[in-house]
């Protein structure tokens, strides 16, 4: 005995037999109080490029002096600092 799985679009409701059609998309809305996870769904490549979630076309590899510099933990620390005294009107 053989099962057949179908899959089907969450957004078009299109179906297909292969386990690659569904691609699963997560909306993650962050701050700088942590993250929340939306729900995800499972759309096909049409309804994921349609939506502009991507084109889908292969991008070069970033270059490592195209990629912003790494910044180090003290950098990081007073970035911090700065913006908390911004947001405190500098009243400290
Ligand atoms: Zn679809």
Redesign the pocket.
């Known amino acids: 005995m053989s099962k057949l799985t179908t899959y089907t679009?969450?957004?078009?409701?299109?179906t297909s037999e292969k386990p690659n059609f569904l691609h699963s998309i997560t909306v993650m809305v962050g701050s700088r109080y942590g993250n929340n996870n939306g729900p995800t769904v499972e759309?096909?490549?049409?309804?994921?490029v349609?939506a502009g979630i991507t084109s889908w076309t292969p991008s070069p590899p970033l270059k490592k002096e195209d990629l912003p510099e790494a910044l180090s933990v003290e950098d990081l620390i007073r970035e911090i600092i700065r913006e908390e005294m911004e947001s405190n009107g500098g009243n400290q």
Do not use: L, N
């Open positions: 679009c969450d957004r078009c409701k299109k759309w096909c490549r049409a309804c994921v349609e």
